[in-house]
């Protein structure tokens, strides 16, 4: 073995910041780093699951996961979907997203909070024979907003809990309507702008962590 091979060996082994390896270790800082920085505040965080009982009563499914991001804050993301048929014609089809922030007055998931949320969402509903002005009417659109919100929590155990909310915000609607002579016929197009209430829930809580 020639002295530059040995020279250039000794080198590999006393020094391992060569070009070769310090290229191979930043590849694996940039893929490691990222995923420590998320997990590395799991450990103290709290996480639930929750339904919004109210919610049920209209026959549609939802759930949101709610999780802390300080001592007095945290973030929750929720929605909604109902895609189901009656048999009478009455439509009550929605999506809904709704994300909010939370801010707790003693500390995260116990008594007191107000919240920021947004929401959004696409429904499709009419023919409800118990509203007089829906009963022979469909109305298709969307809508997008915000609010604020006052909540309270209850805790039953680790585990369990039930969640009230009420909010009001903004909400801009951008609908169509229809007559229903099997529904074919667009009346109109039409945009609104609410004010006023635009949540309210009782939900069912589990923690998971």
């Known amino acids: 073995m020639s002295i530059w091979t040995a020279r250039r060996s000794v080198c590999l082994i006393c020094n391992p910041f060569n070009a070769r390896s310090m290229s191979a270790l930043s590849l694996r800082l940039s893929f490691f780093f990222p995923l420590l920085l998320f997990t590395l505040p799991l450990h103290c965080q709290r996480v639930c699951l929750k339904s919004d009982l109210l919610l049920w009563a209209t026959t549609t499914p939802n759930g949101s ?9 945290t ?19 929605l999506y809904l997203a709704r994300p909010e922030f939370r801010y707790w007055f003693c ?10 949320h947004g929401h959004y969402g696409h429904f499709n509903v009419g023919q409800i024979p118990f509203l007089s002005g829906m009963k022979d009417r469909i109305y298709r659109g969307d809508f997008y907003g915000g609010g604020i ?17 009420i909010g009001g915000g903004y909400a801009r609607l951008d ?27 009782l939900s069912l809580i589990y923690f998971i962590r």
């Open 65 to 73: 996961l709610e999780f802390s991001v300080s001592r007095r804050l």
């Open 75 to 93: 973030f929750e993301a929720g929605g909604a979907y109902n895609a189901w048929k009656f048999g009478n014609g009455m439509k009550l089809n």
């Open 107 to 116: 500390q995260r998931f116990e008594g007191h909070f107000l919240g920021i």
């Open 149 to 165: 919100s006052y909540g309270y929590h209850w805790a039953f155990g680790e585990r369990w809990g039930l969640e009230a909310v």
């Open 175 to 201: 609908y169509d309507k229809y007559r229903c002579v099997e529904c074919a016929e667009r009346t109109g197009s039409y945009r609104r702008h609410y004010f006023g209430p635009t949540r309210t829930s």
